[in-house]
């Protein structure tokens, strides 16, 4: 079964600067999907990045980036010109590429990022 | 376009109770899920269904079922609640060929 480990539960960033999520999984797959959900007092799960492990190239969306190092099975989070509205919590998930069944995400327990003045 | 509908947002149940929480989606997804989250603990899938009429367990199904009454919607049902029932439920669905599973906005769930 595949494991996702998020080891910092709390980060905090000055506004503007930049922050580091960190992500490591395990899996015995060769091909499968990892995001990066943002959940923001609202509950509402929104998703910020994915990356499909058959891609060397890292996934970049606006001020959010991803550091994807498939042999040591990691998958960190970059936010750069961090605002206040990035406070949240982020959550990092796993997905098989099955497309016979229905492949289901596995979370990381979160790390809640607070935005400082 | 309404995307994942949660139903209620907000319960709270003595033990014992039941209820069921309803979710249907309009994105005419095959794959429909269940997650429960609890605070240091993420999401946790309770179950899924990969098309109408089937249905799955997942990482923590005890004390809980659920029936996918068509395409459109998959509901979880609390039997006889529990203290230990208490969280946050997200419904999310995924088309089969696609990447992204879109979520519901969860109903918090008191046990009391």
């Known amino acids: 079964a595949q494991t996702v480990t998020q080891s910092q539960p709390e980060m905090s960033v000055q506004e503007a600067e930049t922050v580091t999520l960190s992500c490591t999984y395990d899996t015995s797959e060769s091909d499968y999907y990892l995001f990066w959900y943002k959940q923001p007092p609202s509950r509402q799960m929104i998703l910020v990045i994915r990356?499909?492990?058959?891609?060397?190239q890292n996934a970049t969306e606006n001020r959010f980036s991803v550091n994807f190092q498939k042999a040591a099975k990691s998958f960190s989070l970059k936010i750069s010109d961090s605002q206040l509205g990035d406070a949240a919590m982020y959550f990092c998930?796993?997905?098989?590429?099955?497309?016979?069944?229905?492949?289901?995400?596995?979370f990381g327990t979160g790390t809640r990022l607070q935005v400082t003045l | 376009n309404a995307g994942v509908t949660q139903t209620p947002k907000f319960q709270v149940l003595k033990t014992g109770q039941s209820m069921t929480l309803q979710c249907a989606q309009d994105m005419n997804h095959n794959s429909m899920y269940w997650y429960r989250q609890d605070p240091g603990m993420g999401l946790r899938l309770i179950y899924y269904?990969?098309?109408?009429?089937?249905?799955d367990k997942g990482e923590v199904p005890n004390g809980y079922n659920v029936s996918r009454l068509n395409k459109r919607e998959f509901s979880l049902r609390l039997e006889s609640a529990a203290p230990s029932q208490t969280s946050v439920y997200f419904c999310a669905s995924r088309d089969n060929a696609g990447t992204e599973a879109f979520f519901g906005q969860g109903t918090r769930l008191t046990v009391v």
């Open positions: 998930a796993y997905r098989s590429i099955n497309t016979g069944t229905a492949s289901k995400l596995t």
């Open positions: 269904s990969a098309s109408e009429g089937t249905t």
């Open positions: 990356q499909e492990a058959y891609k060397q």
